[in-house]
C-alpha cells in the first residue's frame, strides 16, 4: 500500500485494483497505464463506448442446489452459535457466451467498469469509496428486488429480512468509518437505484454514510485503505470472525472479485467494490456472485438470487 500513499503525496493520478484479501495489488499512474486496463469510474474513462454490434447470448451452469443448500446450512450453524449475524456467501458459476471478455466490457452498462488484462472484467453498480477534499463518503448496498414485481419498492423497504441485513451492513460500515474519520453519519438511509441486469431491471437498496478526514489523508491514503478493506458489504458481521468462515466455507479463491478498484485523480478519490464479476481461467469464463445470508434466509429464494445475479447489462 507504500505506493499507493507515495502518488498520493505527489498528486500523481493513478489507478489502483486491490484483491478481496489485499494478496494481489495493481497501482500505476494513469499516464503508465498498460494498453490492456480500461475503467470507467464516475465522470471518468479512458475508453469510448460502442453499440452491440452482433447477437449475443449467455449460459449459465450454477452448482447443484444440493452443494448450494449444504453451505447455507453451514453458515446457518455459525449464525446460530452465535459466530456471525450476516455472511456474504459467494459462488463462482461456469457460463459460455458469444462475447469475449473485452466486448462484454465494452457493451456493458454500468456506473463502474474495469477490464483487467483479459483476465477478469467487473461491471459494478456498488461505490466504495469517495474522498472530496476532506469529506470521505461509503455507500453501502445491500436488498435487490426485480423492478416488474408489483409493488417492487414498497416490497423490498418493507420486507423484514432485507431491513435486518441492510442496517446491520450500515452499522459495520459506519464502525468501519469511523476508525479513519470524524463526525461520522448516515447520510441517507435505504434510497433506491434502478439498474439494467440484462433484460430485466433491478431495485437496488443503498445508504450514504458520511465523515471528515484530517487535512493531510492523502500523507496515509494506503492505510486508511488497508484499514477498510475488506468491504463489509462484501463480507459480513461481525467482520473478522465472519471472514474466517467464508474462508472456511467458500468452495473457492475469491482472488479480485469482491476487492475493490478506483482512481486518485490528482486531488480526490473515487473507488467501486468489483461486484458483476466474470474472470478467466484457461479457456474457460467464471461469473462470481452471492447473497447475504441471516438467520432467516431461505434456501431455495437465496439459490435463485445467486443465479439471477448472473446476467450481461447489455
Aim: include cysteine; proline fraction near 4%; aromatic fraction near 12%.
Amino acid at each position: 500500500m507504500d505506493k499507493i500513499t507515495q502518488l498520493a503525496q505527489q498528486k500523481e493520478p493513478f489507478l489502483f485494483v486491490l484483491s478481496y484479501d489485499l494478496e494481489e495489488r495493481f497501482v500505476q499512474p494513469l499516464k503508465e497505464l498498460d494498453s490492456d486496463i480500461f475503467f470507467k469510474i464516475g465522470k471518468y474513462r479512458n475508453y469510448p463506448r460502442s453499440p452491440i454490434e452482433k447477437p449475443y447470448f449467455l449460459k449459465k451452469y450454477p452448482l447443484p442446489f444440493k452443494e448450494y443448500h449444504n453451505s447455507l446450512e453451514r453458515v446457518l450453524e455459525e449464525i446460530r452459535r452465535g459466530n456471525t449475524y450476516l455472511l456474504n456467501l459467494t459462488f463462482r458459476t461456469e457460463i459460455e457466451s458469444t462475447l469475449s471478455l473485452k466486448e462484454i466490457f465494452t457493451y456493458a452498462r454500468a456506473k463502474y467498469k474495469l477490464y483487467f488484462k483479459n483476465k477478469f472484467i467487473c461491471f459494478s453498480p456498488e461505490k466504495f469509496i469517495e474522498i472530496e477534499g476532506n469529506s470521505i463518503s461509503t455507500y453501502p448496498m445491500k436488498g435487490t428486488i426485480e423492478a416488474s414485481i408489483p409493488n417492487a419498492k414498497e416490497n423490498i423497504l418493507t420486507n423484514e429480512k432485507e431491513m435486518a441485513e441492510h442496517v446491520m451492513i450500515v452499522d459495520l460500515m459506519r464502525n468501519d468509518l469511523s476508525m479513519v474519520a470524524k463526525e461520522v453519519k448516515v447520510e441517507a438511509f435505504r434510497y433506491i437505484d434502478k439498474i439494467k441486469a440484462g433484460e430485466k431491471e433491478l431495485l437496488q437498496v443503498s445508504s450514504k454514510i458520511t465523515g471528515k478526514l484530517p487535512l493531510s489523508w492523502r500523507d496515509n491514503l494506503g492505510e486508511i485503505l488497508k484499514e477498510l478493506l475488506p468491504v463489509g458489504s462484501i463480507t459480513g458481521t461481525p467482520k473478522q470472525s465472519t471472514i474466517k468462515i467464508i474462508e472456511r466455507i467458500e468452495n473457492y479463491k475469491r482472488g479480485f472479485y469482491t476487492g475493490i478498484f478506483g482512481i486518485f485523480d490528482g486531488e480526490n478519490l473515487y473507488s467501486a467494490v468489483m461486484i458483476r464479476f466474470i474472470e478467466r481461467e484457461e479457456d474457460k469464463l467464471y461469473y462470481k456472485s452471492g447473497g447475504g445470508i441471516t438467520i432467516d434466509s431461505d434456501a431455495q429464494s437465496e439459490y435463485e438470487e445467486l443465479i439471477d445475479k448472473i446476467y450481461l447489462p447489455l
